[in-house]
């Protein structure tokens, strides 16, 4: 925050007391190492450009809950604690292969085990509440019209650029078992991994992550496979 306007960081800590940390604060230390993924922040101290400021929504707007075939959700929850939330309900929205992901994941993409099945994450979003950079806060539906349709059609892919997402609605599918199977290979395995995949049964998911295991020097590949036991019937399947 060296550079960040000191008028600003002042009002800012007006309006929300002992919840702004300037850097080299604990305060400071300890959100981002709560907040970062433990294996972001064990490789990379993780900090705040100069002149940014993070919003930590997941303190205070992390709250997610049924409604019938949707769940509410607030801008901060991770997925795996909307998942939580539909727990007793029998139903889910797909989401990546960790629960540790956010907003950002589900107004960006979401690939996960059902991708093939039920689709991918943000073609579940029904209905935003976003904060723009001027502070109006707008709600967008798919139904929205005017430049509440473009932003609509922007925040389904790139939210982060146009605004903060307090509150989504998204739509959830019922959902019985589903079979994974995981294993970690090394890169000369990816030309079986794309000569299989397109092979596979219409609602498996067959995906690959890219990664580093810790303390290795060359990367492997993370592949998964995820069957749903039962396929989704087709007013499910949209
Ligand atoms: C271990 C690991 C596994 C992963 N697995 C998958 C996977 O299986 N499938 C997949 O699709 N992706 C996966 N990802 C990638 C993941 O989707 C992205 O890292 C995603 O950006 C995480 O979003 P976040 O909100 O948790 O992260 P953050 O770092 O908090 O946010 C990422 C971006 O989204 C913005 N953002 C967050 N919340 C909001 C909000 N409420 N309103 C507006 N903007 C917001 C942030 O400003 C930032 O620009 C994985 C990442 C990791 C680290």
Same mark, same amino acid.
């Given at each position: 925050?060296?550079?960040?306007?000191?008028?600003?960081?002042?009002?800012?800590?007006?309006?929300?007391?002992?919840?702004?940390?300037?850097?080299?604060?604990?305060?400071?230390?300890?959100?981002?190492?709560?907040?970062?993924?433990?294996?972001?922040?064990?490789?990379?101290?993780?900090?705040?450009?100069?002149?940014?400021?993070?919003?930590?929504?997941?303190?205070?707007?992390?709250?997610?809950?049924?409604?019938?075939?949707?769940?509410?959700?607030?801008?901060?929850?991770?997925?795996?604690?909307?998942?939580?939330?539909?727990?007793?309900?029998?139903?889910?929205?797909?989401?990546?292969?960790?629960?540790?992901?956010?907003?950002?994941?589900?107004?960006?993409?979401?690939?996960?085990?059902?991708?093939?099945?039920?689709?991918?994450?943000?073609?579940?979003?029904?209905?935003?509440?976003?904060?723009?950079?001027?502070?109006?806060?707008?709600?967008?539906?798919?139904?929205? *019209?005017?430049?509440? %349709?473009? =932003?609509?059609? !922007? +925040?389904?892919?790139?939210? @982060?650029?146009?605004? #903060?997402? $307090?509150?989504?609605?998204?739509?959830?599918?019922?959902?019985?078992?589903?079979?994974?199977?995981?294993?970690?290979?090394?890169?000369?395995?990816?030309?079986?991994?794309?000569?299989?995949?397109?092979?596979?049964?219409?609602? *498996?998911?067959?995906? %690959?992550? =890219?990664?580093? !295991? +810790?303390?290795?020097?060359? @990367?492997?590949?993370? #592949?998964? $496979?995820?069957?749903?036991?039962?396929?989704?019937?087709?007013?499910?399947?949209?």
């Amino acid at each position: 925050m060296t550079t960040l306007d000191h008028g600003i960081a002042a009002a800012l800590e007006a309006a929300l007391p002992h919840r702004v940390h300037r850097p080299d604060s604990a305060g400071y230390r300890d959100s981002l190492a709560r907040i970062f993924f433990p294996d972001a922040s064990r490789r990379r101290p993780p900090r705040v450009d100069d002149g940014a400021v993070l919003l930590d929504l997941s303190s205070h707007l992390s709250h997610a809950r049924p409604c019938g075939t949707l769940v509410e959700t607030q801008g901060g929850a991770t997925v795996g604690s909307i998942l939580d939330s539909l727990a007793d309900s029998g139903r889910v929205i797909p989401v990546g292969i960790v629960g540790l992901a956010g907003l950002g994941l589900v107004t960006r993409g979401g690939v996960g085990y059902l991708t093939r099945s039920v689709g991918l994450t943000l073609d579940h979003l029904v209905e935003v509440e976003l904060i723009l950079p001027d502070g109006e806060i707008v709600r967008l539906y798919e139904d929205s *019209t005017g430049d509440d %349709a473009d =932003l609509w059609w !922007a +925040v389904r892919g790139c939210a @982060p650029s146009f605004g #903060v997402v $307090t509150e989504a609605v998204m739509r959830t599918h019922e959902q019985g078992p589903v079979h994974v199977d995981r294993a970690v290979v090394e890169l000369d395995a990816l030309p079986h991994y794309f000569a299989v995949a397109p092979t596979l049964p219409r609602h *498996t998911t067959m995906g %690959a992550v =890219l990664g580093y !295991a +810790v303390g290795a020097a060359e @990367p492997a590949v993370l #592949v998964y $496979t995820a069957t749903p036991v039962l396929p989704p019937s087709p007013e499910e399947h949209r």
